[in-house]
């Protein structure tokens, strides 16, 4: 599990192909703090397992089924990446809940840049707008972002200088892919409504019943 607060930005340093899978090396500095082989780092809002350390690198393999969802599949050498280290109990939780399971992958529309910041327009498929909202988080590229508002099948972020500097956003162009975790909470909830409603005590069922219409009505579900 991650906060969405990203550490430091890394290097690709080289890829291969494995099987139907690539190892990355990636250059780092303070996620290596304190981290052994099996430990989880995020690269990009991708859990992934680290497999060797050597010096100031450290190698993950990205399966077949990884790379097809995210990013990762169009890594390549040179290329700045988003690291974060799993969450400790004792860390505080600055940004939201990440798992670092990558729903999809979504697609910059539009930048637009003023004196504050730069405000981000990004497109994903519709399936996916329900788990997206206004005042809520989601992950992008692993960074734990709020949206302003949403259209369609695109929402917009605005990113202030101190978020740009310290994350790979200063690379992102119209037409370049991100990774999209939506927040967990809201699939949750959609469960919750999709299978809840028959395990109800009889006693309970006429509530449950005029709770589940009431968000239904208001497009919960």
């Known amino acids: 599990m991650f906060t969405g607060l990203i550490e430091e930005t890394g290097t690709v340093v080289n890829v291969k192909n494995s099987g139907d899978g690539k190892i990355f090396n990636i250059s780092a500095d303070k996620v290596l703090e304190r981290t052994k082989r099996g430990d989880s780092i995020s690269i990009n809002g991708a859990c992934q397992t680290v497999t060797e350390i050597s010096g100031k690198s450290f190698s993950v393999f990205a399966s077949k089924v990884t790379l097809d969802v995210t990013t ?13 280290r799993a969450l400790t109990l004792s860390a505080r939780l600055g940004g939201h809940i990440v798992q670092g399971h990558v729903d999809i992958k979504g697609k910059i529309k539009n ?6 910041g730069i405000e981000v327009t990004v497109s994903v498929t519709a ?11 989601i992950a992008v590229d ?5 949206v302003v508002s949403t259209a369609g099948n695109d929402f917009i972020l605005y990113l202030i200088p ?13 037409g370049s892919e991100v ?4 927040d967990i909470l809201a699939r949750y909830v959609e469960q919750i ?29």
């Open 127 to 137: 399936d996916y707008m329900k788990y997206i909202v206004a005042k809520g988080s």
């Open 72 to 84: 990762l599949g169009s890594f390549v050498s040179g290329q700045r990446v988003n690291l974060e």
């Open 179 to 182: 990774n999209i975790e939506t």
């Open 193 to 221: 409504l999709k299978y809840g409603k028959g395990n109800s005590a009889d006693k309970n069922r006429e509530d449950d019943d005029n709770f589940m219409n009431k968000l239904l009505e208001n497009g919960f579900a």
């Open 111 to 116: 930048i637009k840049s003023d004196v504050n």
């Open 142 to 146: 692993g960074i734990s972002l709020t």
């Open 162 to 174: 101190e978020t740009i500097e310290s994350t790979i956003i200063k690379t992102w162009k119209t």
